[in-house]
T-cell receptor, first 115, second 112 residues
Framework: NAGVTQTPKFRVLKTGQSMTLLCAQD?????MYWYRQDPGMGLRLIHY???????AKGEVPDGYNVSRLKKQNFLLGLESAAPSQTSVYFC??????????????FGPGTRLTVL | GQSLEQPSEVTAVEGAIVQINCTYQ??????LSWYQQHDGGAPTFLSY????GLEETGRFSSFLSRSDSYGYLLLQELQMKDSASYFC?????????????FGTGTRLTVIP
């Protein structure tokens, strides 16, 4: 049981380049999320998904796109990277049940630098 | 909208007790969660309060008072390994997924 895994762990891009961050979970969770974390700040939600084939915008969606073609995978794309997208990106997943105990399981993060 | 306020830094002595506060403004939420994050690591779930009162999990306890818009995380018998950032997070009451909204975090430093 690997939990939540992310690929790659580190990446350096030049302004204007594109890339895709991969997230996979093996816990059969319905919900998956992409967050970014900047120095001294909390985590801000970029996009999320409530199930296979569905995605929705979070707090800071501009400049990113996502896809959830399979339940276990959630992809985050940067079409034209900008220096403002330099950050640490965390993927997370959770089970359903908003009225009960909720815990999110986070991946190890992807450290992205855009020059 | 939501806002969560936490002290930015707290320092405490090994073996002592420390309380990390979280005050919030939100239009409604299901519960308050706490996460721990070590430098360079991923956030890990610590506790959740769906109801007012105290939840205890080993050395960690968490408290919620909806009437006071306030919660806290209590760490007892502090160990050096507890040095980390701690985030409170709310689960807003709205249609959609479990979208946790995070505070900016409290960096706890445990000193010998």
């Amino acid at each position: 049981n690997a939990g939540v895994t992310q690929t790659p762990k580190f990446r350096v891009l030049k302004t204007g380049q594109s890339m895709t961050l991969l997230c996979a979970q093996d816990m059969n969770h319905e919900y998956m999320y992409w967050y970014r974390q900047d120095p001294g700040m909390g985590l801000r939600l970029i996009h999320y998904s409530v199930g296979e084939g569905t995605t929705a915008k979070g707090e800071v969606p501009d400049g990113y796109n996502v896809s959830r073609l399979k339940k276990q995978n959630f992809l985050l794309g940067l079409e034209s990277a900008a220096p403002s997208q330099t950050s640490v990106y965390f993927c997370a997943s959770s089970y359903r049940g908003a009225s009960g105990r909720v815990g999110g399981f986070f991946g190890p993060g992807t450290r992205l630098t855009v020059l | 909208g939501q806002s969560l306020e936490q002290p930015s830094e707290v320092t405490a002595v090994e073996g002592a007790i420390v309380q990390i506060n979280c005050t919030y403004q939100t239009s409604g939420f299901y519960g308050l969660s706490w996460y721990q994050q070590h430098d360079g690591g991923a956030p890990t779930f610590l506790s959740y309060n769906g109801l007012d009162g105290l939840e205890e999990t080993g050395r960690f306890s968490s408290f919620l008072s909806r009437s006071d818009s306030y919660g806290y995380l209590l760490l007892q018998e502090l160990q050096m390994k507890d040095s980390a950032s701690y985030f409170c997070a709310v689960l807003p009451r709205r249609t959609g997924a479990n979208n946790l909204f995070f505070g900016t975090g409290t960096r706890l430093t445990v000193i010998p």
